[in-house]
């Protein structure tokens, strides 16, 4: 399990930056679910819904840089800078995110938002 971890680290990393989103649908399990760390009812309920989320936001002009990938227990902890556009003449803002992305057969099968890196490293099971 952990050598398929391993594997997928840089596998995430391409595909989370790549302007195409063929390699990150690739990843994916087909019931993949993604939303906020607590709230497992709100949020994405399959493969499409959580690409179509990233297309409307790259339309938006929002744009992730992946910080950090490490492996966690059966699971990837991501850092992020998400950076976006100005809107209505303020400027643009720049913040930090994590996910954690649970791995069920070598396919990223749950993924769960965090704003503190504590909050997702705990989760994954790896150092804070």
């Known amino acids: 399990m952990a050598s398929d971890l391993e594997e997928l680290v840089g596998q995430v990393r391409t595909a989370l930056e790549e302007p195409d989103l063929a390699g990150y649908k690739e990843l994916l399990a087909p019931d993949v679910r993604w939303g906020p760390a607590d709230e497992p009812e709100w949020g994405c309920r399959n493969r499409g819904q959580v690409l179509s989320w990233y297309r409307a936001a790259r339309e938006r002009g929002v744009r992730a840089t992946v910080e950090e990938v490490v492996v966690g227990d059966g699971c ?11 809107a209505d003449g303020a400027e643009g803002a720049t913040t930090a995110r994590w996910q954690v992305l649970t791995v069920t057969d070598g396919k990223v099968s749950d993924i769960r938002g965090f704003d503190d890196r504590q909050s997702a490293a705990a989760r994954a099971g790896v150092p804070g």
């Open 76 to 86: 990837l902890l991501v850092g992020l800078t998400v950076a976006t556009p100005p």
